[in-house]
């Protein structure tokens, strides 16, 4: 048995984690400081199921706080996968300096306090945000990421930069994952498909920026969690791995996707393109399928079908 720490262990992707983690008989902690980007309530009951376990235990605090983040990260941690982040990279553009402080110092403060364990692993949460508004696809993790387009994307490049260096002067093993547009049951209300899920079902009008052609590369809450019990286990060192489906989709596709599993035709609203939007993501995942064995397994349309039974089954916020 592992003790692992899960900062943002209360939101989507962190509980989801949390619950596989226990599953599998780790010891885990979940630090979250249930910020109001989007109703506290929502992160609450996404732990429902873990707050019962025995193996497990939410401390509430925020990354940045050196002295909280230290009573959680103790001797005996094996590891800390660092989801926690301000996110969204439209809230960023109007908010950069929350956002740098955050992501980067929240970072900082992490690694400072991991780098006092010998053999603990940390995991970063990156984002395929960094790799900009490329052209040339799939995204590579050799690919350079210079070029970032908003100040969301910006502040994951710098963590990673921050992970390679503490691995550099301390030899830290620390693993950057670059999640690519994650989806399933729990997701973020403010998040496309949840969104454009909740418009359709009150026959509502869906926003669409843009022409609809732009693509993204949606990728199954279980696809992902399988992604990082993988590199808790197996990665070594400083490396960093596309987390995708390889299947990137339009806009338009996906939004015809929702009215089938809905079963309710969509009214959409076209609105001019946002700043900081890209046109496509796609990953290329055969390293983190050679190094990890990692192998997604969710067609769209069969998650998209499970994230509609649970959104039918949970009241609206």
Request: hydrophobic letters at 45%; proline letters at 6%; one cysteine or more.
């Amino acid at each position: 048995m592992s003790r692992i720490v899960v900062t943002g262990g209360a939101g989507f992707i962190g509980s989801h984690l949390c619950e596989a983690l226990l599953r599998r008989g780790d010891e885990v902690i979940a630090f979250d400081n249930f910020d109001e980007f989007y109703d506290p309530a929502v992160k609450r009951a996404n732990l429902s199921a873990a707050l019962g376990h025995d193996r497990f235990r939410l401390v509430e605090g925020d990354i940045r706080d050196a002295a909280a983040v230290n009573r959680v990260v103790l001797p005996d941690t094996a590891a800390v996968v660092h989801l926690a982040a301000r996110a969204g990279v439209r809230p960023s553009i109007v908010a950069p300096l929350t956002y740098v402080d955050v992501n980067v110092a929240g970072t900082v403060t992490l690694l400072e306090a991991c780098r006092r364990l010998p053999g603990c692993r940390f995991i970063f949460a990156s984002s395929s945000s960094v790799y900009g508004n490329r052209t040339n696809v799939p995204f590579r993790e050799s690919d350079r990421v210079d070029d970032p387009i908003s100040p969301y994307a910006a502040t994951k490049k710098a963590g990673e930069l921050l992970c390679h260096t503490f691995h550099h002067l301390y030899g830290m093993n620390a693993s950057c994952l670059r999640l690519f547009t994650v989806y399933g049951p729990r997701q973020r209300p403010d998040l496309a498909i949840h969104k454009f899920a909740r418009l359709i079902l009150a026959g509502a009008a869906v926003p669409v920026f843009g022409d609809g052609t732009a693509r993204r590369d949606f990728t199954y809450i279980d696809d992902i969690v399988d992604g990082l019990l993988r590199a808790l286990d197996r990665a070594c060192g400083y490396r960093v791995y596309n987390l995708g489906e390889e299947q990137p989709v339009s806009v338009n596709e996906l939004i015809a996707l929702l009215e089938e599993v809905l079963e309710l035709p969509a009214r959409i609203e076209r609105l001019p393109p946002q700043p900081g939007d890209v046109a496509c993501t796609c990953a290329d995942v055969s390293l983190a399928l050679t190094e990890l064995g990692y192998r997604p397994t969710t067609p769209l349309r069969a998650g998209l079908t499970r994230f509609a039974e649970w959104l039918r089954a949970v009241p609206a916020r």
